[in-house]
């Protein structure tokens, strides 16, 4: 081979390199809401950080609205690799085998956000990471959507309101026993069929944050909303481990601070989107909303009592006294704080029996 083919020849091999190079990694995230949700708007902009600030060394495919996995194979497919990132709800970690995500699903253990945001931030919040660690899947951060409220098609007022209700839930079995507490019967369903059961009344009612209901039109075929607080619903954002450790530190590090500031920003809307959706809900004056009030939220806290004791063992009687204490932290400084008020509208922190043993 002459000098000059054998330049050219390099030339050529160093091109394919570079282009090689520069060929992104591709992060495919997949959720169930709609993109115009708390959720579905984070998971956007840390696709808008990660691809800019990686300068292009990524790129993130979100698939929003269950297009790819929807609840009942998500978590497979994030296993096998199918797909790299997700953000379940924390009531859907049961097929995982790590149950004890669980505890966040217990009716009014949250008595402020203050509180529920120390438990994630902090030492349970890690603990919890640490299980999904052992099955090859990474938590890389807990995002918000807020407190759940009920609906049905016939009023939600009193305990005995439930009874015999069918109620689409997630795949939680500390929200099943919270429904069977009520007399209701709980039916677990994807959340990409709940719109299509409740308006052939395959199911009577549902419980959701806000702005899941209002996005799913939810309130077009409930007549009755109670504003009720009775539990809450968040994420964990997860990512299959092996592929993660197989991403170059550098850019690991910039996914982090991505993942950071998605967090900082999807926790600053998610309240906001839930006011905007009740503002939507009334609006659309389908469905008549009910503020359930102080005294009636104490009924109904104390009638779900038993759901904490009943998951104390299940859950970890450990994990849950460390939520209990963070939660009397929180009450004992609000109160020493000057501006203290009284919270007439809440119920305090749900005080469980003493441990039996
Ligand atoms: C539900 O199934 O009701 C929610 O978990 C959906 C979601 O991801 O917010």
Redesign the pocket.
Known sequence: MSSRATLFALLLALAACATQAAEPIVIKFS???VPDTP?GKAAEYFKKLAEERSRGRVRVEVYAAGQLYQ?RTEMEALRLGAVHMLA??L??FGPLGVHAFELFDLPYIFPNLETLHRVMDGEVGARLFAMLAERGVKGLAYWD?GFKQMSANTPLRRVEDFQGLKMRI?SSRVIEAQMRTLGAQPRVMA?SD?HEALRQGVVDGTE?PLS?LATQRMHEVQKHLTLSDHGY?G?AVIVNKAFWESLPADLRAILEGAMHSATVYERGIAQEENDAALARVKAAGTTQIYVLPYKDRVIWQQALLPVHRAFEDKIGRDLLQAVYRVAAEVEKERAARPDAATPKDKPGPVRPRPARR
């Open positions: 959720h169930v809401v959720k609840d379940p709800s009531a859907k959507n997630q959340f709940a959701n899941n619903l994420y």
